[in-house]
């Protein structure tokens, strides 16, 4: 469930993405249906009831793929800084974070401020809140 605090419990609030980046996710999430199915589900959903923006219009406080982004495990209190990238980038230790994992699933097309909680890796629910945002490939 991803929340916010200006809306009802429940409510999802409304996630971005760039139209570049919409198709190749689709089609990664489509990839990898036969090995992780969940995961799959997951991104396919939020892609589905993302709007989509161009460079342009794209909210600056969104994450993409890309983004570097510190987030607050609300339960632990742990805060980190994570960049969300493809599956072959990937390196946990290095604090990059898939976007084919249920983290990763979760915070595409977030901005700060929002929390989401979403299953880890171990099927937990985690609440997770987006503190900032950086868009290195955007920003100078």
Known sequence: M???????????????????????????????EHRIPVVSAMLLTEIERAEIHDRDTLPRDVVTLGSELEYLDEGSGAQRWV???????????????????PMGAGLIGLS?????????LEGRERRIRILAVRQPEIEP
């Open 83 to 101: 960049r969300l990238v493809l599956p072959a980038e990937a390196d946990i230790e290095a604090g990059r974070i898939s976007v084919l994992t």
């Open 112 to 120: 700060t401020g929002q929390a989401i909680e979403w299953p880890d």
């Open 2 to 32: 991803v929340s916010n605090p200006s809306a009802p419990a429940g409510i999802r609030p409304p996630i971005h993405l760039l139209d570049s980046q919409s198709d190749l996710l689709g089609n990664l999430a489509l990839m990898a």
